[in-house]
């Protein structure tokens, strides 16, 4: 006889309120998987640098001699003062303490008096460094150094997305766009990972942009691939050329499991999300808005802007609700709605997160 089924349950919420749990992701999945450190248009001569932060690490990237991007733990091997602040260009590392003196390439080159130091070994001392992989123009950095490359996490991404983004290489971002939430960084992704409320919360994204019967979204890897079918031209909020390229008329998105998302907007707009947990219950959310060369785009502003007040608007108050609500005693975690055909209504995608944000807490 078979067993009765029952249905999977969502995440019990002190994953999400337990500033501890926290703690133990930002030392642990957080300092484990592939987090977006820059563009690599900030880096586009030798001696460029940006400081950026992963987990709870102060850390900077930066173009070597040979041309090749490096990226470093932020902190002198002589007594751990910073390094490097924003963004620059230098000749040489110095640091702002003691005026020890290190290569693009993080050795040491010199520092006052060291050589009266018996012993000394310059050649000992070099900046820490941590993996990097740039991944159509981002810049990805992973403080496991045995991590697998984005590659295997994240198969057959790179193709897809330089089929539906094919200037991809050439794009510098044109805008970006803050926005904090008061709540788990992962209450944000998980709002995003799922289009079960976007009929009745996104009314511009739902009728201006995407057809949400269409909708899906499948994990390919450690992504959550979403796809859908977009509006008739006629009911677009704003112009495409559909005769561009093969995907000019599609929208899709690539969630890179925890914290980045490659979105494309019909039109080849490519958009993306960057989620920095600061706290258990608040998350910074960057929105990043691309252009070739960079070039000044109205259609783009306007889009950042139909964005920044419709869609992500919506978003907020969904997620800040949810957060308190996670805080009530009256809550016990509800059954997902997993419809074996998938599609818009079916939350499958978030039993697949919540299946990697246990792994991510639990092990
Ligand atoms: S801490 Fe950097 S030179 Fe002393
Ligand atoms: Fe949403």
């Not at 707009?269 to 920095?276: A, D, G, K, Q, S």
Request: proline fraction near 6%.
């Amino acid at each position: 006889m078979n067993k009765p089924l029952t249905p999977t349950r969502t995440l019990e919420a002190r994953y999400y309120t337990d500033p501890a749990i926290f703690d133990r992701e930002v030392s642990g999945v957080l300092s484990r998987t592939w987090q977006f450190a820059g563009h690599v248009s900030l880096l586009e001569n030798v001696g460029d640098y940006f400081a950026f932060q992963i987990a709870d690490q102060n850390l900077f990237a930066i173009r070597g001699r040979d041309g090749e991007i490096k990226a470093f733990y932020n902190v002198c091997q002589h007594r751990a003062h910073e390094l490097v602040k924003g963004t620059g260009n230098c000749r040489v590392v110095v640091c702002p303490y003691h005026a020890w003196t290190y290569e693009l390439s993080g050795e040491l080159r010199s520092g006052p008096n060291i050589k009266a130091v018996p012993g000394f070994e310059r050649s000992d001392i070099c900046l820490t460094e941590i993996r990097i992989e740039v991944f159509c123009g981002f810049i990805f950095a992973n403080l496991d150094p045995a991590a697998q490359p984005m590659a295997e996490w994240f198969p057959d991404v790179e193709e897809q997305l330089r089929a539906f983004v094919p200037q991809i290489d050439e794009l510098k971002p044109l805008e970006w766009v803050e926005v904090t939430e008061r709540c788990n960084w992962k209450v944000s992704v998980e709002n995003y990972c799922e289009c079960y409320h976007c009929a009745i919360n996104h009314p511009t994204f739902a009728t201006g942009v995407v057809r949400p019967e269409t909708y899906d979204i499948q994990p390919q890897g450690y992504c959550l691939r979403h796809t859908t079918e977009c509006q008739n031209l006629d009911q677009m909020s704003y112009p495409i050329d559909l005769d561009a390229n093969a995907h000019a008329g599609d929208y899709s998105s690539w969630y890179l499991w925890p914290t980045f998302s490659f979105q494309v907007y019909p039109g080849n707009v490519l958009n993306t999300y960057h989620w920095r947990g600061l706290s258990v219950d608040e998350v910074v959310l960057w929105r990043g808005w691309y252009t070739v060369g960079g070039a000044e785009s109205d259609v783009i502003r306007k889009l950042a802007i139909q964005d920044r007040q419709t869609t992500v608007e919506e978003d907020v108050h969904l997620v800040e609700s949810v957060q308190r609500g996670l805080g009530s005693r009256g809550y016990r975690p509800g059954p997902l709605v997993l419809d074996p055909d998938c599609g818009v209504n079916s939350e499958h995608s978030i039993r697949a997160l919540q299946q990697w944000m246990r792994e991510g807490v639990d092990g």
